[in-house]
């Protein structure tokens, strides 16, 4: 029995909602950790496709508890919308736990995100306007609304007006926008904090009830390594912690109760939004890419930028989170290239490095070295064991280890669930 943090390796959308609906196979409780409706997935059920921005891909499996962990900011409006389309495919959503102290996504941080994001100008860092951002600015701010919190009239009342006493300030001094009304807010937030009633509870209590019961539990985070706060691309980053650390404190469990850490990487890398990139390709080759892996925002539909994989951005990711293995998906994608690259250093200002430099003038002078290697002409959707990859996709998996130094746990060659060639147990 044990515990495994899923964690994107690059800038999101690395496919970990895949590897988490083939993980779930086997856990007893899937956890979401951080980020809110900013990130997404898809999903299919009885060939119905439905996209999930907030509620985990674990709701799938009605035997398993599906927990939205307190570093998670939840916009109720998205969290019963969501839950209606998925009782329409007929999954009742009784598995799902909320955690009581998870801030609360209000109406002002949307606008707000929308209004900063246009004030930003050229500077502007592309965010999918969710209000992600100033919710967690106002969670550190002092100032958040928690779930728990509207369970408790009186103390949501005063809350929200003097939430409403600031943000009202800035939204009609700065950025020239109407008031919005505290009994308008008022009511709608309560109705939801009476139908949030029974999937709330103390869910870090929860998970180490069931870490200490020998259960088998997968914390899923959302976006990815190189967005993270800190350890991102800054300030072209979201505003959680996307990093391994992050599955700690936004499930509120101890480090101590992590045994492995899964990096999920894309055979390729992508990017969607603003901010530096060092292997991205703005030629035919990007574009062949971005189609053959319809490599478009599930959020905002924003066509993605993709380039090679990156070593250099692996090794960092291993390093930060501590990867105890990978999970390679989308390999798929690069069938029919007749040279696939990796880059495994960068050149700036004419010295070779090779770890990933924090400073962002710095990184946007580097210059990607790139690796050679040979492409593969077919087909590799059904292959299921190792063997079954060509040899020229084995010889690029096997170079991506020898780089990262790290295990590869799985590799995705498609969609399906049973599109994944398993190489490690990961629980
Ligand atoms: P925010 O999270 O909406 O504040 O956006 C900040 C940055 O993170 C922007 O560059 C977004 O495009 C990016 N971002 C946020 N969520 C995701 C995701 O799930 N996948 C990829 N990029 C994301």
């Given at each position: 029995m044990s515990t495994v943090v899923l964690v994107g390796a690059q800038w999101g959308d690395e496919g970990k909602g895949k590897v988490t609906d083939y993980l779930a196979q086997q856990a007893d409780l899937v956890v979401r950790y951080q980020g809110g409706n900013n990130a997404g997935h898809t999903i299919i059920v009885d060939q119905t496709t439905l996209q999930l921005h907030l509620i985990p891909s674990g709701i799938l499996y009605k035997d398993k508890l599906c927990v939205i962990g307190n570093g998670v900011v939840i916009d109720p409006e998205v969290f019963f919308e969501e839950l209606e389309n998925l009782n329409k495919m007929g999954i009742t959503g009784e598995n799902l736990r909320v955690s009581d102290i998870a801030h609360l996504i209000m109406p002002y941080h949307k606008l707000l995100d929308a209004f900063e994001e246009d004030k930003r100008g050229e500077m502007k860092l592309g965010t999918t306007k969710r209000g992600v951002g100033p919710a967690y600015v106002d969670k550190y701010a002092r100032r958040?609304?928690?779930i728990g919190d509207l369970f408790e009239p009186d103390l949501f009342r005063e809350k929200l007006r003097r939430a409403l006493e600031y943000h009202n300030f800035i939204l009609t001094g700065i950025y020239g926008a109407k008031p919005l009304k505290q009994s308008e807010i008022e009511d709608k937030y309560l109705a939801y904090?009476?139908?949030?009633?029974?999937?709330?509870?103390?869910?870090?209590l929860l998970i180490y009830e069931a870490v200490k019961s020998d259960k088998n539990v997968l914390f899923e985070g959302a976006q990815g390594t190189l967005l993270d706060i800190d350890h991102g691309t800054y300030p072209y980053v979201t505003c959680s912690q996307p990093v391994s650390g992050g599955a700690a404190t936004g499930?509120?469990?101890g480090p101590n109760y992590i045994d492995k850490i899964v990096g999920v990487a894309k055979a390729y890398t992508t990017r969607v939004g603003e901010g530096p990139f060092p292997t991205e390709l703005t030629d035919e080759i990007g574009d062949y890419i971005r189609e053959k892996g319809h490599e478009f925002g599930t959020?905002?539909?924003?066509?993605r930028r993709c380039g090679w994989l990156d070593g250099v951005v692996l090794k960092y990711a291993a390093r930060i989170n501590g990867l105890t293995s990978i999970a390679i998906t989308k390999?798929?994608?690069?069938?029919?290239?007749?040279?696939?690259?990796?880059c495994t250093g960068y050149k700036l200002d004419g010295k070779y490095i090779e770890n990933f430099p924090h400073n962002l003038g710095e990184l946007l002078r580097c210059e990607p070295v790139y690796e050679e290697l040979p492409g593969w002409e077919e087909d590799i959707g059904g292959a299921r064991k190792i063997e079954d990859l060509p040899?020229?996709?084995q010889r690029y998996v096997r170079r991506i280890q020898e780089i990262t130094g790290l295990k590869i746990s799985l590799i995705a060659v498609g969609p399906a669930r049973e599109q994944t060639i398993p190489l490690e147990d990961v629980f």
């Open positions: 958040g609304i928690r904090g009476e139908r949030f009633k029974k999937y709330v509870q103390d869910t870090s499930a509120g469990i959020t905002t539909g924003r066509p390999l798929d994608v690069l069938s029919s290239l007749p040279v696939v690259k990796i040899p020229n996709a």
